[in-house]
């Protein structure tokens, strides 16, 4: 099957709740046919669709490494590229996909990890709030597995800068990385973000979860304790 009639077989199936089947569907096809589609969803304006892709994104690519891993870093380097301002365009998603794929597969992890953090340092740094959002996610996944990778790239450091970032969604999304992290040295700043009631949509455990920017920093200084 042609990819465009694969795309067109799979993009309705994106907007459904039942991960387990939309991952049979796509595994019914090879990995590298079914790249494209992904990539095009991680576009996507609906939540339900970008984040079924993130989560499909990681799956197919860990398949991938598993036989292909030059294949895999192909894939690693699209969203790269993507996010490069020589590309001309904007790489919505991407970040939440390289932390998705990265918290699936520890060697792309280990050889990748060093370029998500650089996204919060000024030669890549992404100046779009909605960027900003999809990085601080993409670390906080990444960091939900494997937080020595972030730490030994100074993570934690360049992270701080986003505790002070005057968008209250990003507050949220960098304390949480931090309560993930174990970072006691950021208590002073989350206690400042507890009574923020902007609302938030975490995606965690493959379910989108409604929740506010206090509720993030009270859970984080949960952890913290």
């Not at 090879?30 to 095009?40: F, G, H, Q, W, Y």
């Amino acid at each position: 099957m042609k990819e465009r009639a694969i795309k067109r077989k799979l993009t309705p199936l994106l907007q459904g709740d039942d991960l387990d089947i939309i991952l049979a569907e796509v595994r019914a096809f090879p990995p590298r046919r079914v790249i494209s589609t992904l990539m095009s969803a991680l576009y996507s304006t609906v939540e339900q669709i970008k984040w079924n892709a993130v989560t499909l994104m990681g799956q197919v690519t860990n398949d991938l490494a598993r036989t292909d891993m030059e294949g895999a870093r192909v894939i690693m380097r699209q969203f790269l590229w993507n996010l490069n301002e020589e590309c001309g365009g904007i790489g919505w998603g991407m970040t939440e996909a390289m932390g998705e794929i990265m918290a699936v597969n520890e060697k792309l992890a280990n050889e990748y990890a060093h370029m998500l953090v650089s996204y919060m340092r000024e030669e890549n740094y992404l100046e779009l709030p909605a960027m900003q959002h999809g990085l601080m996610w993409g670390l906080g996944r990444l960091a939900m597995v494997r937080p020595e990778l972030l730490l030994k790239n100074d993570a934690d450091g360049y992270m701080t800068l986003y505790l002070e970032s005057p968008d209250n969604v990003v507050q949220g999304l960098a304390s949480r990385n931090f309560g993930i992290l174990k970072i006691k040295e950021a208590i002073p700043h989350i206690r400042a973000f507890v009574d923020i009631a902007v609302p938030v949509n975490l995606y965690q455990n493959r379910r989108i979860i409604p929740t506010t920017v206090g509720e993030l920093a009270r859970e984080a200084l949960q952890r913290l304790k």
